[in-house]
């Protein structure tokens, strides 16, 4: 092919020192490009055959074009642009694969984040950490002198662990005999190294000064907020301590509100599941409940607002009765439940009912009278999110009849029951292609001869000629989380069902008429996609283990349970 364009080049343009060197560049650019980038390609888990075919065809339709146009300052650019396409598609398509802290970003921005790490670096000198209180004041570093260096250290040696391994939260509890510290990350919580008493004291009076809480104060539960800075970023630190005559406990959210705050878009529902949750939130008819459940750390508080952020808080009247409020969205009336008020739960509601709203969010049932405000036929026109710490749809609906106290009641105001847990995501810098077994593929409804790659936690990359931890998800092989939803329509046929307590038709009746899919499967359906690994949905879906009776205890008779529609579903086989 080469010689042939060369056949078709004017023995002018060959005899030009200059202009044969100029198209010579591009290519060996793009040459250049491919290549590093072979190690890339693999690394965010892109089809390389694709793209090495895209970049090498790039580069010799610019050779053709800049050999073959007979205006040479017209074919020049022409190449440039053909050899640089295939590049510039790559990038987006690169950085939508990977974490934001690895993506590609050029010009002044990144030019700015470099001198603004290096003078934070500096600052620190020596530290990892830094701090801006709750008025957003940064405080000095303490000094080798500074009697306030040595607590600054202990709350870096409690915190840093926290920070480098990317946990979403840290909790520790203080007792007279000793201290405990547990990090949570990905949902899974581990140990780490906890201070003695005395210092752990220190470090708690120290984080209520930076979140601008009463020193003084060691019972009252008290929140706030402040920012920590490492050399690379910033992120916010919720605190809540609370404590008693024998212990005091200290938690610590990092960035909360980013958490909190996710679209329904990006919570992880499968396309079929997400437009039953438009409908659900778009429905004509107003009022009605809908029911959001999960366990405990498992996205109830998540899942629960992005769906109430769904309504328009500025074109509709919408409220939020909370005991806990963990994060606010703009437009919605948050009021948060004072247990020392003199006003019950169900009364603060009922007066919030009284006005009309369009639509209401409470995140907890379990005071006697509330499951009743909220299905009483005066507020049929409020359509109702509750938010419920149960795990499956069956407990949910179990749980929603027990708060009301009657079974029609409860039954003729509920419209829908979404239920989540939470996996972790393969880390995607180190996770290990393998083809299913023949067992595992049928379990994934994989056709029979069809090759399909898998993939299972890695933990470790190669670098160089050594096989360490992978940097990216510091050798666990997951690197965050996204939730497994089951969402559940009640039409009036299903209804009808609850109104006879029997919560199995109405569950399958609902899963036949809209055919969405269980968690399970939203589960497995994952792993298809090489979301997640065939072992972590076995973590996930696998009952805990029934804990012994204690010796000479009485065997207690096994209390009646309702089907267990949409709750613990079968081990999978991996």
Same mark, same amino acid.
């Given at each position: 092919?080469?010689? %042939?364009?060369?056949?078709?080049?004017?023995?002018?343009?060959?005899?030009?020192?200059?202009?044969?060197?100029?198209?010579?560049?591009?290519?060996?650019?793009?040459?250049?490009?491919?290549?590093?980038?072979?190690?890339?390609?693999?690394?965010?888990?892109?089809?390389?055959?694709?793209?090495?075919?895209?970049?090498?065809?790039?580069?010799?339709?610019?050779?053709?074009?800049?050999?073959?146009?007979?205006?040479?300052? *017209?074919?020049?650019?022409?190449? *440039?642009?053909?050899?640089?396409?295939?590049?510039?598609?790559?990038?987006?398509?690169?950085?939508?694969?990977?974490?934001?802290?690895?993506?590609?970003?050029?010009?002044?921005?990144? +030019?700015?984040?470099?001198?603004?790490?290096?003078?934070?670096?500096?600052?620190?000198?020596?530290?990892?950490?830094?701090?801006?209180?709750?008025?957003?004041?940064?405080?000095?570093?303490?000094?080798?002198?500074?009697?306030? %260096?040595? /607590?600054?250290?202990?709350?870096?040696?409690?915190?840093?662990?926290?920070?480098?391994?990317?946990?979403?939260?840290?909790?520790? /509890?203080?007792?007279?005999?000793?201290?405990?510290?547990?990090? =949570?990350?990905?949902?899974?919580?581990?140990?780490?190294?906890?201070?003695?008493?005395?210092?752990?004291?220190?470090?708690?009076?120290?984080?209520?000064?930076?979140?601008?809480?009463?020193?003084?104060?060691?019972?009252?539960?008290?929140?706030?907020?402040?920012?920590?800075?490492?050399?690379?970023?910033?992120?916010?630190?919720?605190?809540?301590?609370?404590?008693?005559? !024998?212990?005091?406990?200290?938690?610590?959210?990092?960035?909360?509100?980013?958490?909190?705050?996710?679209?329904?878009?990006?919570?992880?529902?499968?396309?079929?599941?997400?437009?039953?949750?438009?409908?659900? /939130?778009?429905?004509?008819?107003?009022?009605?409940?809908?029911?959001?459940?999960?366990?405990?750390?498992?996205?109830?508080?998540?899942? !629960?607002?992005?769906?109430?952020?769904?309504?328009?808080?500025?074109?509709?009247? +919408?409220?939020?009765?909370?005991?806990?409020?963990?994060?606010?969205?703009?437009?919605?009336?948050?009021?948060?439940?004072?247990?020392?008020?003199?006003?019950?739960?169900?009364?603060?509601?009922? !007066?919030? +009912?009284?006005?009309?709203?369009?639509?209401?969010?409470?995140?907890?049932? =379990?005071?006697?009278?509330?499951?009743?405000?909220?299905?009483?036929?005066?507020?049929?026109?409020?359509?109702?999110?509750?938010?419920?710490?149960?795990?499956?749809?069956?407990?949910?609906?179990?749980?929603?009849?027990?708060?009301?106290?009657?079974?029609?009641?409860?039954?003729?105001?509920?419209?829908?029951?979404?239920?989540?847990?939470?996996?972790?995501?393969?880390?995607?810098?180190?996770?290990?292609?393998?083809?299913?077994?023949?067992?595992?593929?049928?379990?994934?409804?994989?056709?029979?001869?069809?090759?399909?790659?898998?993939?299972?936690?890695?933990?470790?990359?190669?670098?160089?000629?050594?096989?360490?931890?992978?940097?990216?998800?510091?050798?666990?092989?997951?690197?965050?989380?996204?939730?497994?939803?089951?969402?559940?329509?009640?039409?009036?046929?299903?209804?009808?069902?609850?109104?006879?307590?029997?919560?199995?038709?109405?569950?399958?009746?609902?899963?036949?008429?809209?055919?969405?899919?269980?968690?399970?499967?939203?589960?497995?359906?994952?792993?298809?996609?090489?979301?997640?690994?065939?072992?972590?949905?076995?973590?996930?879906?696998?009952?805990?283990?029934?804990?012994?009776?204690?010796?000479?205890?009485?065997?207690?008779?096994?209390?009646?349970?309702?089907?267990?529609?949409?709750?613990?579903?079968?081990?999978?086989?991996?």
């Amino acid at each position: 092919m080469t010689i %042939l364009l060369a056949q078709a080049v004017s023995s002018a343009f060959l005899i030009d020192p200059v202009k044969p060197v100029l198209l010579l560049v591009p290519a060996l650019v793009g040459a250049a490009l491919t290549s590093r980038l072979t190690k890339d390609i693999r690394f965010c888990g892109l089809p390389s055959e694709k793209w090495h075919a895209m970049m090498i065809g790039g580069m010799l339709l610019g050779l053709a074009l800049g050999l073959l146009v007979p205006i040479f300052w *017209i074919g020049w650019p022409l190449q *440039i642009a053909a050899t640089a396409a295939p590049f510039l598609m790559y990038w987006p398509k690169r950085n939508n694969a990977v974490p934001e802290k690895l993506r590609f970003v050029i010009g002044g921005d990144k +030019v700015k984040a470099f001198f603004k790490s290096r003078r934070k670096t500096q600052a620190f000198a020596g530290s990892k950490l830094s701090f801006k209180d709750s008025a957003k004041k940064e405080r000095a570093v303490p000094g080798k002198n500074d009697p306030g %260096l040595a /607590v600054h250290q202990a709350t870096e040696k409690l915190l840093v662990p926290a920070i480098e391994r990317g946990a979403s939260r840290m909790d520790m /509890v203080v007792k007279p005999d000793g201290v405990a510290a547990v990090i =949570t990350v990905d949902g899974v919580r581990s140990k780490i190294e906890a201070p003695t008493t005395e210092v752990a004291m220190q470090v708690i009076d120290n984080l209520k000064d930076l979140c601008g809480l009463d020193l003084k104060e060691r019972r009252r539960r008290q929140n706030g907020s402040c920012w920590v800075n490492t050399a690379d970023a910033t992120q916010t630190m919720s605190l809540m301590v609370a404590g008693s005559s !024998s212990a005091q406990q200290v938690r610590v959210d990092f960035d909360l509100s980013k958490r909190m705050g996710k679209p329904v878009q990006d919570l992880g529902l499968l396309p079929a599941q997400m437009k039953l949750v438009e409908s659900i /939130v778009s429905n004509d008819e107003p009022g009605g409940v809908v029911l959001v459940a999960a366990a405990a750390g498992q996205g109830l508080t998540t899942t !629960s607002l992005a769906m109430l952020a769904r309504h328009d808080a500025f074109t509709a009247a +919408v409220k939020a009765l909370e005991k806990n409020s963990m994060h606010r969205i703009e437009g919605v009336d948050h009021q948060l439940w004072n247990p020392s008020g003199g006003v019950e739960f169900h009364t603060q509601l009922q !007066s919030i +009912v009284r006005r009309g709203p369009d639509v209401v969010f409470v995140d907890d049932v =379990t005071d006697p009278g509330t499951g009743k405000v909220i299905a009483s036929p005066t507020a049929s026109d409020t359509r109702f999110y509750v938010a419920l710490p149960v795990d499956g749809v069956g407990p949910a609906i179990t749980e929603w009849f027990r708060a009301v106290g009657d079974v029609k009641m409860a039954a003729a105001p509920l419209r829908a029951v979404v239920a989540v847990r939470m996996i972790r995501k393969l880390c995607i810098a180190c996770r290990v292609p393998f083809q299913p077994s023949p067992e595992q593929a049928k379990r994934l409804a994989i056709p029979a001869g069809k090759a399909v790659e898998l993939f299972r936690a890695g933990g470790k990359v190669q670098i160089k000629s050594k096989v360490e931890d992978c940097p990216l998800c510091k050798g666990t092989g997951f690197s965050g989380q996204i939730g497994v939803f089951e969402v559940v329509i009640l039409d009036a046929e299903a209804r009808e069902h609850l109104a006879k307590g029997d919560l199995k038709s109405a569950y399958n009746a609902s899963r036949l008429k809209f055919k969405a899919p269980g968690m399970q499967e939203a589960a497995l359906m994952r792993v298809r996609e090489g979301v997640t690994s065939l072992e972590e949905v076995v973590r996930v879906f696998t009952p805990p283990a029934a804990k012994p009776a204690a010796a000479g205890a009485k065997p207690t008779a096994k209390p009646a349970t309702p089907p267990a529609a949409g709750g613990t579903p079968p081990k999978p086989k991996a």
